[in-house]
């Protein structure tokens, strides 16, 4: 229960990770549109639209991008199902 959300917890930190030391500066190299959004959720999530789109429309792959979605994904429904199940539980 209590392992599945440190382990969520740890894939979501991870992928904030990739965000600044691979995605963010990404973006500001291509001129994307690297303006902040509400909060940092939203500016993670614009930045990696962007950079996607960009490396699809010029042929190009990361697999780092990949790993950024990989994570999120993951890292998500890991917090959300420990928390259900800790919920459950008591």
């Keep these: 229960m209590g392992f599945a959300i440190l382990v969520g917890l740890g894939m979501i930190l991870a992928s904030l990770v990739i965000w600044a030391i691979r995605i963010k500066p990404l973006a500001i190299r291509n001129r ?3 303006k902040s959004g509400a909060n940092l959720g939203w500016s993670v999530w614009a930045d990696y ?4 789109e960009y490396l699809r429309a010029n042929g190009k792959k990361d697999q780092m991008i990949r790993l950024f979605s990989i994570f999120q994904i ?3 429904f890991l917090l959300v199902f420990g928390l259900a199940s800790v919920v459950s539980a008591g």
């Design 32 to 34: 994307l549109n690297v």
């Design 49 to 52: 639209t962007e950079v996607s």
């Design 74 to 76: 993951l890292g998500f």
